[in-house]
């Protein structure tokens, strides 16, 4: 039988790419060294460093691979949205759907690493790491002015403040349920051991739509959708 022939260079990066998702997801940033990223890619050091030149690079590549995707589509999403209203202001669960959807879309592909991702980021969101979060921060900019100014337009008579609150605990309800159960299936006895995301995801969809549309503290009655 023939020898398998070695991979291609590109096949490569994508190893390293992968095997540094992966591990970052289970042991955070700086719980994971190049040696161990190097092992589970069945690469060098010098690959890692031809194709990164750091780790800090590296951590930067495992983003951008997916997110600027992830950012694009929802932008687009947005931009149709805007198109189709012809200056009137969204809906605001339709802008909700835009950005929460298409990340939930993604968390929930199990084939080409989406939910892996996901998971990081999940993970990154209560990581401290500063490097990672300013970085972040850049790459999110664009795609948090645009939906957070089209959530402002939507809701005048909601306080801003609310409103930056209330996609501050939905992000962190999306990436709570995307990490995974974790230590919550141990306090509730009941809870359904189901985290396939075929399930998981419309009925997180559902609570964030409920979460936007709660009343105000103090108020009776709740924002418009």
């Known amino acids: 039988m023939a020898a398998t022939p070695p991979a291609p260079n590109t096949d490569t990066r994508d190893r390293i790419l992968d095997a540094a998702e ?3 997801v289970e042991h955070g940033f700086d719980g994971t060294s190049m040696r161990m990223i190097t092992g589970a890619a069945n690469a060098n050091l010098a690959a890692v460093n031809y194709h990164f030149g750091s780790k800090d690079a590296l951590v930067q590549a495992v983003f951008r691979r997916r997110l600027t995707a992830l950012n694009q589509r929802r932008l687009a999403a947005l931009d149709r949205l805007e198109t ?18 298409n990340a939930l879309e993604l ?5 080409q690493g989406g939910r ?5 980021l999940a993970r990154t969101y209560n990581e ?13 900019a664009e795609v948090m002015d645009r939906f957070l100014g089209a959530l402002f337009r939507a809701l005048p008579e909601v306080p801003r ?10 992000i962190g309800a999306m990436a709570f349920a995307i990490a995974g159960l974790g230590g919550l299936s141990e306090l509730i006895d009941d809870l359904p051991k189901d985290d396939d995301p075929a ?9 964030l739509l409920g979460g936007l549309r709660a009343p105000l503290p103090g108020a009776a009655t709740a924002p418009t959708n």
Do not use: C
Not at 107 to 111: I, N
């Open 22 to 24: 992966r591990l970052f």
């Open 84 to 101: 189709d209203a012809a200056g009137e202001p969204l809906k605001p669960s339709r802008i909700v759907e835009a950005f929460f959807g």
């Open 107 to 111: 968390a929930a592909d199990t084939e």
């Open 161 to 170: 403040a609310e409103i930056l609150w209330r996609f501050h605990f939905m």
């Open 116 to 120: 892996t991702f996901m998971r990081l």
């Open 199 to 207: 399930r998981l995801l419309p009925r997180l969809m559902s609570f």
């Open 128 to 140: 401290p790491n500063a490097f990672v979060r300013q970085f972040l921060a850049e790459e999110y």
